[in-house]
């Protein structure tokens, strides 16, 4: 039997036939790439963005928020015992910022400034100055605590506590229930050399979180109180990045924990310093439980 391809029916169905290998399910996926080099590290900065978000961003990379607290209690005794005639929780603004794990069972590595509390027990002591004066002869009894919450990129949160406060505005901090943490921990860098080195940072500006930047490393390292302390790359960042982690383009392991922010306002130029790899590795070799 001859078919006849000038049938209407016959084209239609050829059409079909073809357009349906065309579609994806009739074709194979590619892998996903990265480009590496002889010794499996990313070099293109495109991937590296892209590997950063899946293998640090999301299960490394944590927003740091910091709350402080004070439970005030009016008392009409020096003894302060029984009901108190008046009570009141007080709050401050906190502050945010970026911490990655560092280390198995729940530990990060942050700023030192967006753990610190310090501040805010000064200024609870000027609003209970105020109270008092507002309450004379009232007996005032003040307990401040301090909240510091891990939230990870699918806005899980977990409370935790502070560690270890170190040199150039380090802090390691950990989750006050490990068993239950999710994050797995990021290697710190072993290399001397940082210099001219591309780099990507993750942090949580304005409490976004794991917003992902990159930019070069400064040659400079900048140096105070006779040490080598910092060093600094321009990168358009923000305040609220500080804690997050500088990762180096290459192996992908952490090069830097970023610590300040300058923001030239008139040509939008922004600075990062950030507390190179080095001084971590010194810091977390005090600070961490040995195992």
């Known amino acids: ?11 239609i169905l050829f059409a079909v036939l073809v357009l349906s290998c065309l579609a994806p399910s009739c074709q194979s996926t590619p892998p996903k790439q990265y480009l590496y080099d002889g010794q499996q590290t990313i070099l293109d900065i495109d991937n590296a963005h892209i590997w950063a978000r899946e293998n640090i961003a999301n299960p490394s990379a944590y927003a740091v928020e910091t709350q402080s607290f004070a439970d005030v209690k009016i008392y009409d005794n020096p003894e302060k015992t029984g009901k108190p005639i008046n009570r009141a929780r007080l709050s401050l603004d906190g502050s945010i910022g970026g911490g990655t794990v560092i280390a198995p069972n729940g530990y990060l590595i942050t700023a030192g400034h967006v753990v610190d509390d310090s501040s805010s027990v000064l200024k609870f002591a000027k609003i209970v100055a105020d109270i008092e004066k507002k309450n004379p002869g009232k007996y005032i009894d003040v307990k401040v605590n301090t909240e510091y919450t891990l939230t990870d990129y699918a806005g899980k949160e977990f409370l935790a506590i502070k560690v270890a406060l170190g040199e150039n505005d380090l802090a390691l901090i950990q989750a006050k229930d490990p068993g239950k943490f999710t994050g797995s921990a990021v290697e710190v860098s072993r290399e001397k050399n940082l210099a001219d080195k591309t780099v990507i940072m993750i ?3 304005l409490g976004i979180k794991d917003i992902i930047m ?11 109180q006779g040490k080598d302390t910092y060093m600094y790359v321009i990168a358009p960042i923000v305040p609220g990045n500080s804690g997050g982690a500088v990762i180096k383009l290459g192996d992908m392991k952490m090069a830097g924990v970023v610590t300040q922010v300058a923001v030239r306002e008139a040509s939008l130029t922004s600075i990062a310093l950030f507390v190179p790899n080095d001084i971590i590795n010194k810091f977390l070799d005090k600070s961490l439980p040995k195992q």
């Open 203 to 205: 942090g949580s500006p």
């Open 214 to 224: 990159d930019g070069r490393v400064a040659r400079e390292r900048i140096t105070k």
């Open 1 to 11: 039997m001859k078919m006849n391809i000038k049938n209407p029916f016959f084209g």
